[in-house]
């Protein structure tokens, strides 16, 4: 029993480091491209040179992150096969369709224009460039929803029928699969999630070069004002994006009472059912056994994100670990999930995310004037400019040397508030992995040592944490210096259209 319980465990392990690992990727990728995709667009509706060096700039970062997201993305597809192989045999006809959809459609679509894009600038028309990072846009958010809608048949079971004579799930609606409320909750939610991560990101940049341009470490108006419009635009879509945030959190937290009610119970640490029941900011004490010597509580707050009334019971962790023991058996103790993890994850991710919706709104009323030069500054004088802000307060010692550090501290918060989520999502389902129809123990693969499990764990963490070093050394090496203002953009729209000196040129594939 306990080689199988570590057997078990070491399995899990591996595949919660490669998923978050993958998934801190994931968002960014979203939220960046269509971060790349508004810039580009207003290049070219306007033309003005500063958005080609921030579609430039961000295009650069959007590509190492589409990579290393590739790279950690091809290891997850091991993982069914290696340490989840009774998981795969059993909902594999359900499982593998979206995946598949996903690898077919999404992926080979987003690689495709992602090409185009890379390689196509001074070689295609504009407005067909400009499309084809909408697509590669469009490619990430399909390539999402079909592992999202994938996820979701884990967290509630719909569209199959379990064959009696081989005790498989088979597909019978995929329908139901990519549409039900849960996939199109996840999806949303997780989307709205991506773009306040790519805006993060892009905050935390931004701000950092115009900290250095505040203290005159750079004097470069062309790279300055690229700058202050992506710092704009990030601010906007934090903003945005925040609050879609929060209310497609708010639904989705009403689809889990419903289906996973088990769940909701240990978001909150709550043992007793309760009515009204309150939602906690924090404790101080053993949240695992309800014994918490402090608890700043909300009250009724759980009950509003549960049923939208403030009145309403939420049945507590005894209760439901009772109801599964009189349905599948067992013991209370096997249906509880680590309440520790789930209680903090759901607050640390509700924190982090909503912190870097704050400091996006903070900074778009910081800077909804826009940013001037010094009036005594000069083209070609020595003395360098001087960024300042028409609002007064934010000539404030506070605003002026802390906002630009707090900005660039929020780059990561996102990615943190995400990590959580999955954590939160995953523990929380336990000790199923598929609801109600498979548990986690089930469906480890029976036939891979213990040994050979510990080998692959330790690979997979050498591995991932040179990927680390590789990324990070990647992404600061060409943030750091800024956009590379030396670039200009063509100053002819390409044309697709053979000139007349190319007309009697040999074809080069030909050779």
């Not at 589409?66 to 909902?91: K, L």
């Not at 013991?331 to 607050?347: A, K, S, V």
């Not at 995953?426 to 469906?443: K, N, S």
């Not at 050394?473 to 002819?492: M, N, S």
């Amino acid at each position: 029993m306990e080689l199988a319980i570590a057997h078990e465990t070491i399995a899990r392990w591996q595949f919660g480091m490669t998923t978050v690992y993958h998934f801190l990727f994931v968002p960014l990728s979203i939220g960046l491209g269509i971060i790349v995709a508004g810039l580009e667009t207003a290049w070219v509706r306007t033309g003005k040179v500063k958005y080609f060096h921030a579609t430039k700039f961000w295009g650069k970062l959007l590509l190492i992150n589409i990579a290393m997201g590739v790279v950690t993305g091809i290891m997850q597809e091991f993982q069914f096969g290696m340490n989840w192989s009774d998981y795969s045999r059993f909902v594999g006809d359900v499982f593998g369709a979206p995946l598949a959809m996903e690898a077919l459609i999404a992926f080979f679509f987003e690689s495709t224009f992602i090409g185009l894009w890379i390689f196509g600038w001074h070689r295609l028309p504009k407005k067909l460039h400009l499309a084809c990072i909408y697509m590669v846009t469009i490619g990430s958010i399909l390539s999402a929803y079909f592992i999202l809608a994938a996820n979701s048949f884990m967290q509630h079971p719909v569209g199959y029928r379990i064959d009696p004579s081989t005790r498989k799930a088979q597909l019978t609606d995929i329908w139901a699969v990519l549409f039900q409320d849960t996939t199109l909750v996840v999806v949303f939610h997780t989307l709205t999630a991506a773009f306040l991560t790519g805006a993060a990101f892009v905050m935390g940049i931004a701000a950092y070069h115009l900290w250095r341009a505040k203290r005159g470490k750079d004097t470069n108006r062309q790279r300055i004002s690229a700058m202050r419009s992506s710092l704009r635009c990030a601010l906007v879509i934090a903003v945005v994006a925040g609050i879609l945030t929060a209310l497609s959190g708010d639904r989705l937290s009403k689809v889990m009472f419903e289906q996973q009610p088990m769940k909701m119970a240990a978001a909150e640490a709550l043992w007793e059912t309760q009515a009204p029941a309150p939602f906690s900011i924090f404790s101080v004490g053993d949240v695992g056994t309800g014994r918490n010597l402090i608890a700043l509580e909300v009250p009724a707050a759980l009950s509003f994100l549960a049923k939208s009334d403030f009145s309403s019971p939420v049945p507590g962790i005894n209760t439901r670990a009772e109801e599964q023991v009189r349905q599948f058996g067992g013991t209370r103790e096997e249906y509880i999930p680590d309440i520790f993890m789930t209680y903090w994850g759901f607050r640390l991710m509700i924190f982090f995310g909503m912190t870097s919706f704050g400091i996006g709104l903070l900074g778009l009323w910081l800077t909804r004037k826009k940013f001037w030069l010094d009036p005594s500054y000069r083209t070609g004088d020595d003395e360098p400019p001087t960024l300042m802000l028409t609002n007064k307060i934010a000539m404030n010692t506070f605003f002026t040397k802390w906002s630009w550090r707090i900005a660039a501290l929020t780059l990561a918060f996102p990615l943190v508030a995400n990590s959580f989520g999955w954590i939160f999502t995953e523990m929380g389902r336990q000790p199923w992995v598929v609801f109600h129809l498979q548990t986690t123990t089930d469906a480890v693969s029976p036939n891979v040592s213990m040994a050979e499990q510990i080998t692959s764990l330790v690979a997979f963490s050498v591995l991932y944490a040179i990927l680390a070093v590789v990324e990070v050394g990647l992404l600061i090496k060409y943030a750091k210096p800024g956009p590379d203002v030396d670039e200009q953009p063509p100053a002819k729209d390409p044309t697709l259209r053979p000139s007349a000196e190319d007309a009697d040129k040999p074809l080069a594939f030909a050779y």
